[in-house]
């Protein structure tokens, strides 16, 4: 039995590292985002190779099923033009060599911090309590909204950030198109909303 555990997890490590890559490498976006939608599916199946079933189902229900459909659905309809938002990107390359360095030493840190400092694992680890004490949704909801609350808040800063760098690309200026404008419509009085006339029988306005 721990041999076919051993081997799905090698399976869907592959899976899911070769996707992922194929994710950032991909030249069409619709290539990308099947490619996410595999690495979630696979990021579950490790999930479940671990006894975490609620977040595998989280990754199922909530990030395949909804978020990354929406994803392929918005990248199809819009039909975008990449070519026009990746021209001036290669400005921005020298603060994402920063950020990308600052993430691989964390990577780093996280995989062979324990080999260098063996305390620091026992002071970032927490054990698991037994499925008899606490099942595993409330152990999870436990630990992310006592200890790790600010992480927790910090990243929905960052995916509603995210969210509102996608509509200001995507959102696009066309001459001619009326537009509603909020401060005019709630300045509206009955002098500026209606108007009334008098028509004369048998004559139109």
């Known amino acids: 039995m721990l041999g076919l555990q051993a081997f799905f ?6 899976v899911s590292v070769g996707s992922a890559m194929m994710v950032v ?11 996410l939608i595999l690495t979630f599916v696979a990021s579950a199946g490790l999930f479940l190779l671990t006894g975490a079933e609620f977040l595998a189902l989280i990754l199922i229900v909530v990030y395949v099923g909804a978020v990354a459909i929406l994803f392929l ?4 309809m819009l039909d975008l033009d990449f070519g026009r938002i990746k021209q001036g990107a290669l400005q921005y390359a020298p603060i994402g060599a ?5 993430l691989l030493a964390q990577l780093i840190i996280a ?4 080999y260098y400092s063996p305390q620091l694992s026992a002071q970032t680890v927490m054990p698991t309590p037994p499925l008899e004490q606490l099942s595993n949704i409330q152990a999870l909801g436990h630990v992310l909204y ?39 419509q709630v300045a509206r009085n009955p ?15």
């Open 9 to 14: 997890f090698y399976v869907f490590a592959i």
């Open 25 to 35: 490498l991909s030249r069409n976006p619709v290539h990308s985002v099947l490619f």
């Open 73 to 76: 659905f918005v990248v199809m």
């Open 98 to 102: 920063v950020i990308g360095l600052v």
């Open 111 to 114: 995989v062979t911090g324990s």
């Open 146 to 184: 006592t200890r790790y609350v600010f992480f927790f808040q910090m990243a929905g800063l960052v995916l509603f950030v995210a969210m509102i760098g996608a509509i200001v690309l995507t959102l696009r200026h066309k001459p001619g198109l009326k537009r509603q404008s909020i401060p005019v």
């Open 191 to 205: 002098a500026t909303a209606i108007e009334i006339r008098k028509v004369e029988s048998g004559k139109g306005i």
